[in-house]
């Protein structure tokens, strides 16, 4: 079955403390991006990967970092999170046609 | 980059009744999508609109791309209680880039 893993589902954590949310995509897809969903802001793109070893940013990236070592995963790590991190974040893998497949979503609160 | 206008942000509906969003850009798109997202879950691909003009239904829900390619519409006929969530369209720019729409949250009563 075709699927986006993200992991965690739920996290709360403390200002300052990093901390990374896994990604990984069974599709064999080359694009990955993840995405920020904040009330009335729809989807903000964080950083995007077009391949292994190629990252960019996208409209949202300050805080963030991400890498992109296997083809599969592209984690999304947050070096020292602050409270306007707190957010709804999505992993979405892109097939050729530009079909997003999305995870489940992280909801992460920094307090 | 591209931008693109979603409007309403919220609407509400008896059920039975007809829903539409809109998505509106100053520029040419070269193409559009909608997503939607139950409460709770995450955004699913409904479609994909490239052509002038193009009209496309699934069961209830017609899409259409605008003749100018500027903007795009989803239709709700006969709302039901499975149509609750947010509808998004998305552009897809160079590098497979998506560029979400603010999202339409809507509400069915029952």
């Known amino acids: 079955e075709a699927q986006v893993t993200q992991n965690p589902r739920y996290l709360i954590t403390v200002t300052g403390k990093k901390l990374t949310v896994t990604c990984s995509q069974n599709?064999?897809?080359?694009?990955m991006s993840w995405y920020r969903q904040d009330p009335g802001l729809g989807l903000r793109q964080i950083y995007y990967s077009m391949n292994v070893e190629v990252t960019d940013k996208g409209d949202v990236p300050e805080g963030y970092k991400v890498s992109r070592k296997e083809k599969r995963n592209f984690p999304l790590i947050l070096e020292s999170p602050s409270p306007n991190q707190t957010s709804l974040y999505f992993c979405?893998?892109?097939?050729?046609?530009?079909?997003?497949?999305f995870g489940q979503g992280t909801r992460l609160t920094v307090v | 980059g591209q931008q693109v206008m979603q409007i309403p942000q919220y609407q509400h509906v008896q059920e039975g009744e007809d829903f539409t969003t809109y998505c509106n850009s100053s520029?040419?798109?070269?193409?559009i999508q909608w997503y939607k997202q139950r409460p709770g879950g995450h955004p699913v691909f409904l479609i994909q609109?490239?052509?002038?003009?193009e009209v496309k239904k699934q069961k209830r829900l017609t899409f259409q791309f605008g003749e100018a390619k500027k903007n795009s519409s989803l239709h709700i006929t006969a709302t039901q209680t499975t149509d609750v969530g947010t509808y998004f369209c998305a552009l897809s720019g160079s590098a497979r880039q998506l560029t979400f729409g603010s999202g339409t949250q809507l509400t069915v009563l029952p």
């Open positions: 520029t040419t798109l070269s193409n």
């Open positions: 979405a893998s892109i097939d050729r046609n530009t079909e997003a497949f």
């Open positions: 599709m064999n897809h080359e694009y």
């Open positions: 609109l490239v052509k002038s003009g």
